[in-house]
């Protein structure tokens, strides 16, 4: 769909990122932090039918173009359900319906199933930013208005962009993820010192368990995977998910992991667990992403209940690779029951909010107020609580 804005500029809303040129849409993508808004991964999870109208993700990128060249990009999905999210509007829907307010479908910006911090509009360099903003959000203000949207949310935004939305009116919910910093750390056992002498000795007891168990940890990136192990992963991710029942939030199709090995593997890093009598087949894996500075943890299976074989493949393995190749930040993802004890503090993230039914926002908008403030307090008690060894005393 093309509407006309002001002479040579114009915008198109598309069901499909494969319409949008691959080297046009990386142009905007390629400069960000985050690999989550590339072309080859947003496009992955439209053609392994991962995020599609059939899954509840239909997506409804917006771009806008002068003349021929796009100059900025927004990643949007219609949702008709709040899974896969990881940022719990729930009860909002509720609320909606006990109003007699249609909450669903509802606009959202954010890579489906990714709970990583860095979601923006894409706008080329050197643009007007501040006035590239304003038109699209103008454009999703009609698009959510003539369609009868119940509201815009951006999950996950980008911290750097966030006022920049809040002056053009959009209200900021606050949470945290758990995230780990290198503190100039030049080895594991730099890593080590942070903790107390109690956790120290965990780390190390529970890296031995392992070893004891006859397993090595292997960091495979890039070009060093073989394409065995992306099929492989998605069996290690599905058992995963299905040990969780219908909590397990298996969204991703196995061609989805196939198809990395084919436009994504030099952003991939698995940790694979092989044993000693067989260095082919690993028993467990743990799957990461990275770009620049900043590794990402995503999935992780193993097909044995092998005592901390999680802890390490999942944190200790990559915070060891991360040291090693001059990782500065590593999110290993959601959830935050395990990460504490093991030198993920509590950050601050952001989701942003807009409703188009005044009475449903009236209602919304004074209650995050008071929930950004327990946010607040809860950020601060589970970093009291770290078990560094600044704190010994």
């Keep these: 769909m ?7 500029y114009s915008v198109v809303w598309t069901n499909k990122i494969a319409e949008v ?14 690999p989550f808004l590339e072309w080859e991964w947003l496009n992955n999870l439209e053609t392994s039918q991962s995020a599609t109208a059939k899954t509840g993700w239909l997506p409804n990128h917006l771009t806008l173009w002068r003349d021929r060249t796009l100059i900025a990009a927004a990643p949007l999905y219609l949702k008709g359900h709040s899974s896969g999210e990881f940022v719990f509007d729930h009860q909002w829907a509720e609320l909606a319906d006990r109003i007699g307010v249609q909450y669903y479908p509802k606009l959202l910006g954010m890579t489906p199933f990714t709970p990583a911090e860095g979601y923006r509009f894409l706008i080329a360099p050197g643009e007007d930013e501040d006035e590239i903003t304003a038109m699209m959000v103008h454009e999703i203000d009609t698009f959510c208005s003539k ?6 949310h951006f999950l996950y935004v980008d911290p750097q962009w966030r006022p920049m939305l809040e002056r053009h009116g959009f209200t900021t919910w606050l949470h945290h993820s758990y995230v780990w910093e290198n503190a100039g750390f030049k080895t594991f056992d730099d890593y080590l ?8 000795r965990n780390i190390k007891r529970e890296r031995k368990a392992v070893e004891k168990a006859g397993l090595r940890l292997q960091p495979l990136s890039g070009d060093e995977i073989p394409y065995s192990l992306f099929p492989s992963m998605y069996q290690f991710y599905a058992d995963t998910c299905d040990k969780f029942g219908w909590w397990g939030s298996k969204y991703l199709t196995q061609r989805f992991f196939e198809q990395l090995h084919n436009d994504y593997r030099h952003r ?9 009598e067989d260095n082919s087949h690993p028993l467990g894996m743990s799957f990461c992403l990275f ?12 097909f044995q209940e ?5 802890f390490d493949a999942c944190y200790y393995a990559p915070i060891e690779w991360a040291i090693a190749n001059g990782i500065q930040i590593f999110d290993p993802g959601a959830g935050g029951r395990h990460k504490k004890r093991r030198g993920f503090p509590a950050m601050p993230n952001h989701s942003l909010h807009r409703f188009y039914n005044n009475r449903l926002g009236q209602i919304i908008r004074p209650y995050i107020k008071e929930v950004n403030q327990l946010e607040q307090q809860e950020i601060e008690a ?12």
């Design 2 to 8: 093309v509407e006309k804005l002001k002479p040579r």
């Design 147 to 152: 369609n009868r949207i119940s509201g815009c």
């Design 193 to 200: 010192k942070v903790f107390n002498a109690n956790q120290r």
């Design 306 to 310: 092998i005592d901390c074989l999680h």
């Design 382 to 393: 589970i970093n009291a609580e770290l078990p560094f060894s600044n704190r010994d005393s």
């Design 291 to 302: 770009k620049g500075d900043k590794l990402y943890g995503r999935y992780w299976g193993s």
């Design 21 to 34: 040129p691959q080297n046009a849409w990386n142009a905007l993508a390629m400069p960000l932090k985050t």
């Design 268 to 276: 991939v890093l698995f940790v694979a667990a092989y044993s000693e």
